[in-house]
């Protein structure tokens, strides 16, 4: 059974940083692509940003230069670098394994985190 555990969200005033991890286990990373997703009140999940197999990366607009993804296979763990936060970055955020269909990424598991809050605002 795959577990999806992430830390490191909370209260954090406009402009400032956080450091996001997730931590997997039932699953080894390092040959999937993984993925960090927001869910603002009121709105659909969305993926912000994308780590593939071989650590090339990929951001939703709204975050590029701002937010930096990266892995840690040996310790089955992913991290999501804010800097420069926003009030519209506010959101639960959550991480899952991606599997790839055409284009687009998706959710390869259904079995969600119980995602980490964040929240800015001074």
């Known amino acids: ?21 997730c931590t997997t286990s039932g699953t080894i990373i390092y040959m999937l692509a993984m993925g ?6 009121g709105k659909e999940r969305e993926l912000v940003a994308v780590i593939a197999s071989e ?3 990929n951001y939703a607009d709204s975050v590029k230069g701002r937010f930096t993804i990266s892995r840690d296979n040996a310790k089955n763990t992913v991290y999501l670098q804010m800097n420069s936060l926003k009030p519209e ?18 959710p ?5 985190g119980q995602g980490t809050q964040v929240t ?3």
């Not at 490191?8 to 991890?21: D, E, K, Y």
């Not at 960090?36 to 009140?41: L, N």
């Not at 599997?99 to 990424?105: D, I, N, Q, T």
């Open 36 to 41: 960090w997703y927001r869910q603002a009140p």
């Open 108 to 112: 390869r598991y259904g079995d969600w």
């Open 89 to 106: 970055d506010t959101a639960v955020y959550y991480c899952n394994a991606l599997r790839r269909a055409g284009s687009s990424w998706h």
């Open 1 to 21: 059974q795959v577990q999806l555990v992430e830390s490191g969200g909370g209260l954090v005033q406009p402009g400032g940083s956080l450091r996001l991890s």
């Open 120 to 122: 800015v605002s001074s």
């Open 55 to 57: 650590d090339s990366t």
